[in-house]
């Protein structure tokens, strides 16, 4: 499966990034096919490139849950949130 090794780089890409990273890859392959005359496919090298632009937004959320997660968790509130960090290393 040739997508196996990029989705195995969106580690911390939400739903909207990966949304974002399709569009982009699919702009790069219309791009092509007008530079070209001819019909481009979206291709591995047009996700690549998609990769190199499109970043992932999730870090700056977790930064600012971290917060609330570890100061503001009366009750357990934020149990859920705080373990899935620490399972993955956020925290």
């Keep these: 499966m040739f997508l196996m090794p990029i989705a195995a780089r969106t580690q911390g890409y939400s739903g909207a990034d990966l949304l974002q990273l399709c569009k982009t890859a699919a702009q790069n392959a219309i791009e092509a ?3 070209s005359g001819a019909l481009h496919h979206i291709s591995t090298e047009d996700l690549e490139q998609a990769l190199a632009e499109v970043r992932p937004s999730t870090r700056p959320w977790f930064d600012n849950a971290r917060n609330y ?3 503001a968790n009366e009750g357990g509130v934020y149990d859920d949130l705080v373990a899935y960090m620490r399972a993955n290393k956020l925290l």
Aim: aromatic fraction near 16%; glycine fraction near 0%; charged fraction near 0%.
């Design 69 to 71: 997660a570890m100061f």
């Design 33 to 35: 096919s007008t530079a």
